[in-house]
């Protein structure tokens, strides 16, 4: 019986605190450039006005209903006087009405709050957003503003550009995701990485190897077109020729224009084989320019087979060659280092960038060159 009797109390309760709540009515919100309609942007407003429950909203059909009767066309009923007749009729305290409109980069929601009973605008709403598909997001935004809620600070951030400088801390773009694509190496690199004959420190590869990682992206400066960034790039390569072969690749970034044309340029590091040795520029020990490692002159003196070629008794105890290091099969695992350029473009759609770059990485043995594709989402610290 006591329960009943709570529960009887608390719906009470709520029907006073309801019946205390002035009441307010949407019409259709008027909408230039956008893939909604005047009628279903005013569905919208109407529903995140009703999410507030600041004010009692008065059903969509009811409205019709009440203004058809009256002979009232509410397609194009965006005025002050227009809004406060029809408030009048339909017996509200309050009338929301306004505009959503696409100006270039730009979604801007205006918002009016007009008192039926004296005609006058009570209070005003105007917020200007990037051009994201986000419609109701920004539409939540505009209303709770109006009503005085505060909105999801970090949907804030993400739809609303303040123009801030990026390298602000509570503003600072990053930037991370997955990134993959190919690579081949031209000059003389490839005979050694694509040839199978293991004699001769050949890797036996395929031409084109396949690079798969991860990207690190921070935006430090952003100046109306023009952002300047710091990118990480951890990569493996070579699986495809039960080779594992990682590197990192930090660089500094600029991004142009609109269309997000980027340039990047930095060091690159890899872990690769290597070994010391020589080449055989006169062919004393084989054919000439082939490559040997350091021992093969001393092993070729002890033998004196067919292929020693030497006459020269000076060179049979030194190696008139100077030592190079070169990539090898046969070497120890060491840290190769080199400088790669990097040029591309990012594509767009709603949150998600997806950044496509052709890479080139110079070296004096053998330039690589490759393509990578990645995605991420654009994010932002939340706010403090």
Request: glycine share 10%; hydrophobic share 35%.
């Amino acid at each position: 019986m006591k329960t009943k009797t709570t529960i009887a109390t608390i719906l009470l309760a709520a029907g006073m605190i309801a019946q205390n709540k002035p009441t307010i009515a949407v019409l259709n919100i008027d909408s230039k450039g956008t893939i909604n309609d005047a009628q279903e942007m005013g569905y919208l407003v109407r529903l995140e006005m009703e999410k507030t429950g600041v004010y009692n909203v008065m059903d969509k059909y009811e409205v019709n209903d009440v203004l058809s009767k009256n002979n009232l066309d509410i397609t194009n009923c965006y005025s002050k006087t227009c809004l406060t007749d029809a408030g009048k009729l339909l017996n509200v305290d309050k009338m929301l009405g306004g505009s959503v409109e696409r100006l270039g980069e730009k979604i801007v929601i205006s918002l009016r709050l007009i008192d039926v009973k004296s005609g006058n605008i009570e209070k005003t709403q105007a917020t200007e957003y990037l051009n994201l598909p986000e419609i109701q997001k920004m539409v939540a935004i505009s209303v709770k503003k109006m009503v005085g809620q505060e909105p999801d600070p970090n949907m804030v951030k993400l739809l609303i550009d303040y123009d801030v400088p990026i390298e602000s801390p509570k503003n600072t773009l990053k930037l991370n995701g997955p990134r993959m694509g190919f690579a081949t190496t031209v000059g003389p690199a490839f005979d050694v990485l694509t040839g199978d004959d293991k004699s001769k420190g050949q890797f036996g590869m395929f031409p084109a190897t396949f690079q798969f990682g991860w990207q690190q992206e921070f935006q430090y400066i952003s100046a109306g077109n023009f952002q300047a960034l710091v990118e990480n790039f951890f990569m493996i390569s070579g699986l495809e020729s039960s080779r594992f072969i990682p590197s990192y690749s930090p660089m500094l970034g600029f991004r142009f224009g609109k269309g997000a044309w980027e340039f990047g340029f930095g060091p690159t590091f890899r872990l690769v084989q290597k070994a010391n040795g020589f080449y055989d520029k006169q062919g004393y020990i084989g054919e000439k320019n082939e490559w040997h490692l350091e021992d093969k002159w001393s092993t070729a003196i002890g033998k004196k087979d067919s292929t020693w070629k030497a006459s020269n008794k000076e060179l049979v105890s030194k190696n008139p060659y100077s030592s190079e290091t070169r990539i090898d099969s046969r070497g120890d695992i060491a840290l190769s280092t080199g400088l790669i350029i990097a040029v591309g473009k990012t594509f767009r759609s709603g949150y998600l960038n997806i950044p496509v770059n052709a890479f080139i990485a110079p070296r004096k043995d053998g330039t690589t060159i490759g393509l990578t594709v990645g995605f991420n989402i654009q994010k932002k610290k939340k706010i403090e």
